[in-house]
């Protein structure tokens, strides 16, 4: 079974400057979750989609950051414009049954 | 707010030792219980969880109790070895099911 797909893995930008991110969930997985991951710190949850509907995006500071979840399958999240304290690492992740989490290898952004 | 809160590291020791990382939750209602874990250059995955009281969840050697009088989950291992040397995640799901949320992360030492 193929886990979640992340891309790019790396990504290096100046602040101002836009990003996106792409996840790929595993098959049949209804839940798909953003998190950030910021150096020491655990992953805070910046939105959660329930098939193509938003469930939480409570946290997500939505004057910069956008995410969409076409067809309820792949996700995009994109950053414009970046700011120094969005160097982190971007997690995707999926369950089935908003139960165990499958996790992505992550992109790490680094804003210069 | 539901919250998580791990022993903070770095926790340096030697190999065949025991270990225990400390977790307590705050929550409202009947949370599931997790620990994952994140090994160098990898995702984070599910290590073990236990979804009521008194529930003991394990696997590699490692163990946790569900204690909601204490409301704890702390993560055990008899012997550590080198290869245990990671980063280890406290998480709950909220009995809503809606969200998971991570405590911040304790990384053990194991030296041979």
């Known amino acids: 079974e193929a886990g979640v797909a992340q891309s790019p893995r790396y990504k290096i930008i100046e602040k101002r400057q836009s990003v996106a991110f792409w996840c790929n969930p595993i098959?049949?997985?209804?839940?798909l979750y953003w998190y950030q991951q910021i150096l020491g710190q655990g992953p805070k949850l910046l939105i959660q989609?329930?098939?193509?509907?938003?469930?939480?995006d409570s946290q997500l500071p939505k004057d910069r950051f956008s995410a969409e979840r076409l067809k309820g399958v792949d996700s995009t999240l994109k950053i414009q414009p970046a700011k120094l304290e969005d160097s982190a690492v971007y997690l995707c992740?999926?369950?089935?049954?908003?139960?165990?989490?499958?996790f992505g290898s992550g992109t790490q952004l680094s804003v210069l | 707010g539901d919250s998580v809160t791990q022993m903070e590291g770095p926790v340096t020791l030697s190999e065949e030792a025991f270990l225990t990382i400390n977790c307590t939750y705050t929550?409202?209602?009947?949370?599931?219980l997790f620990w994952y874990v994140q090994y160098p250059g990898e995702g984070l995955q599910l290590l073990l969880k236990?979804?009521?009281?008194?529930d003991k969840g394990s696997n590699k050697g490692f163990e946790a109790t569900y204690r909601k009088e204490t409301t704890s989950f702390h993560l055990e291992k008899g012997s550590v070895q080198v290869s245990d040397s990671a980063v280890y995640f406290c998480?709950?799901?909220?009995?809503?099911?809606?969200?998971?949320?991570f405590g911040a992360g304790t990384r053990p030492f194991v030296k041979a």
């Open positions: 989609f329930q098939n193509n509907g938003v469930v939480d």
């Open positions: 998480a709950l799901r909220s009995s809503g099911g809606f969200k998971t949320i």
């Open positions: 929550a409202t209602g009947y949370p599931s």
């Open positions: 236990a979804t009521k009281a008194d």
């Open positions: 098959s049949g997985h209804a839940t």
């Open positions: 992740a999926s369950s089935q049954d908003r139960g165990e989490l499958f």
